[in-house]
């Protein structure tokens, strides 16, 4: 445990940031999971709805929690997707 002052509030910050961190990777893994269902079914409209809401959200992310090439090729990828059907 740490005595410093300064490394207990880095503590609690630190925490405050894996718990932000980890509430946007199960939204995103839900959005993601949401248009998968949605690309599945061959419901275009709601499919294309979902792929704007997904990639607002990964390109939000993509400043801070995740590299923007990651975000750009998980874009990519699911773009390839609605195209597809």
């Known amino acids: 445990m740490a005595n410093i002052k300064s ?3 880095r503590i609690q910050v630190i ?3 894996t718990a932000k961190n980890n509430r946007i990777k199960h939204k995103l893994k839900d959005m ?10 061959g419901d275009k409209k709601i499919a294309g709805e979902k792929l ?8 939000k992310a993509s400043h801070g929690f995740m590299h923007k090439k990651t975000a750009a090729r998980k874009i ?4 390839h997707k609605y195209n597809a059907m």
């Not at 990519?76 to 773009?79: F, V």
């Open 15 to 17: 925490a405050k940031k």
């Open 32 to 41: 993601t999971k949401e248009f998968n269902e949605a690309v599945t079914a």
């Open 52 to 59: 704007l809401d997904l990639e607002k959200k990964l390109m």
């Open 76 to 79: 990519s990828r699911l773009t």
């Open 7 to 9: 490394a207990k509030k």
